[in-house]
Structures are given as structure tokens and as C-alpha cells.
């Protein structure tokens, strides 16, 4: 099974600068079938970016992912207020079919 | 608009069961690729299972943690899927959420309910 380690556990930081949260995969994610997902508080997982460097529906192109094999990065450039959350990365393995999640990053006001 | 709501989580005795629901709308229910996932209180997320569409086999898996423990089951004409809890253990209580699976080759789960909590205690 393959393990998402993320880094940092907290980012501490001001609205206006950026954030780089990094995900590394313990083997290499198949087809980069690697997506990020926004927890705030009190509030279900929201998708934000798929296929390592897709946005979703509807997210703003403040966010960006990158990264490729176990290597994966997610990029928020000017933190607004809104973006201060939970962020988790998650994968999916083909052989047998699992989906698997990092332990989080929290984005904390600074 | 594209809702899902769970229902039936509450409070169980180690060793019950409990039987959860998610009913879709907003979609054609019956193309979609399930999922349940669960986070425990304070904790991350853990997937648990998810199911085919009847199109695409109608096949569950499973995470190896609830393996044999969980079943996942769906009823299109309800527009419902469920989730079959039993031997339940107190590292069970968490809020618990069903997703959509964007697109078979999209495996990533683009809408979440707002999730029920079960509560394993005596």
C-alpha cells in the first residue's frame, strides 16, 4: 500500500503570502492519480485539484498542483482568509483498487 | 444542484451494527461511482470501499481495515447507496461520508455529503 507523507503538519502563516505544501508518496503514484483536497472547520473535504495538476470545478487559479512519480506539491499564491484550512493529498492505486490519504496540512493564520 | 446526504449514523454498542445511507440528487445516480470515507475525531481521512455502477460491473472494494466487516450495497431506484457496518469496535466512531467518484479514469471524489456521525461506545 502506498503511504502520503505531508509536510509541514502546520503552515503558519500571514493572508497575502504564499504556501508550497509538499506530498511524497512512498512508491510511485500510477498515472498521477493524485488529488488535493480543502477540510475547513465543521465542514466536509472539498476537491480542488485532481490528476496532480488539474483544478476542479469552480477553484480559483490561486491553486495549483504539481509533481510527478512520488513527488507532489500543492501552491496557494495570496493566501486569503478563506484558504486558511486543512489540506490533504490522496491517491489511488490501481492493483488492488485503494484510495489512500496523507495525514494533513493545516494552514493557520499566522 | 448535486446533494448527497447520509443518514443514520448515532450511537452503537461494540460488537452491533448499523446500517448507513446516502441518497443522491442533482445527477443521474445510477452512472456514478460511489465511495464512503470516515474521519475519525481530531483525525484525517480514511476511505473505506467504494462501488461500480452497475454499467461498469456494479464491483465493490474495500480497505483492508473493514474488509469483511463493511459492505457496501446501492439501490438505484432509490437513488441511494449504503453502508453495511457490523462487528463495529469503538475505533470505529468517526463521521462518516459518501462521495461521487469524478470519472473512472478521474478516480478523485469531486462531491462529499455533509456525513453523519457514528458514536461505538458502552
Known amino acids: 500500500e502506498i503511504v502520503l507523507t505531508q509536510s509541514p503538519g502546520t503552515l503558519s502563516l500571514s493572508p497575502g503570502e504564499g504556501a508550497t505544501l509538499s506530498c511524497r508518496a512512498s512508491q510511485s503514484v500510477s498515472n498521477n492519480f493524485l488529488a488535493w483536497y480543502q477540510q475547513k472547520p465543521g465542514q466536509s473535504p472539498r476537491l480542488l485539484i485532481y490528476g496532480a495538476s488539474s483544478r476542479a470545478t469552480g477553484i480559483s487559479d490561486r491553486f495549483s498542483g504539481s509533481g510527478s512519480g512520488t513527488d507532489f506539491a500543492l501552491t496557494i499564491s495570496r493566501l486569503e482568509p478563506e484558504d486558511f484550512a486543512v489540506y490533504y493529498c490522496?491517491?489511488?492505486?490501481?492493483?488492488?483498487?485503494?484510495?489512500?490519504f496523507g495525514q494533513g496540512t493545516m494552514v493557520e493564520i499566522k | 444542484e448535486l446533494q448527497l446526504v447520509e443518514s443514520g449514523g448515532g450511537f452503537v454498542k461494540p460488537g452491533g451494527s448499523l446500517r448507513l445511507s446516502c441518497v443522491g440528487s442533482g445527477f443521474t445516480f445510477s452512472y456514478a461511482w460511489m465511495t464512503w470515507v470516515r474521519q475519525a475525531p481530531g483525525k484525517g481521512l480514511e476511505w473505506l470501499g467504494r462501488?461500480?455502477?452497475?454499467?461498469?460491473?456494479?464491483?465493490?472494494d474495500y480497505a483492508a481495515s473493514v474488509k469483511g466487516r463493511f459492505t457496501i450495497l446501492r439501490d438505484d431506484s432509490q437513488n441511494t447507496v449504503f453502508l453495511q457496518m457490523n462487528s463495529l469496535k469503538t475505533d470505529d466512531t468517526a463521521v462518516y461520508y459518501c462521495?461521487?467518484?469524478?470519472?473512472?479514469?478521474?478516480?478523485?471524489?469531486?462531491?462529499w455529503g455533509q456525513g453523519t456521525l457514528v458514536t461505538v461506545s458502552s
Open positions: 462501488i461500480k455502477s452497475r454499467g461498469s460491473g456494479g464491483t465493490t
Open positions: 490522496q491517491q489511488y492505486g490501481t492493483s488492488p483498487p485503494t484510495w489512500t
Open positions: 462521495t461521487t467518484v469524478y470519472l473512472e479514469h478521474i478516480p478523485a471524489f469531486d462531491n
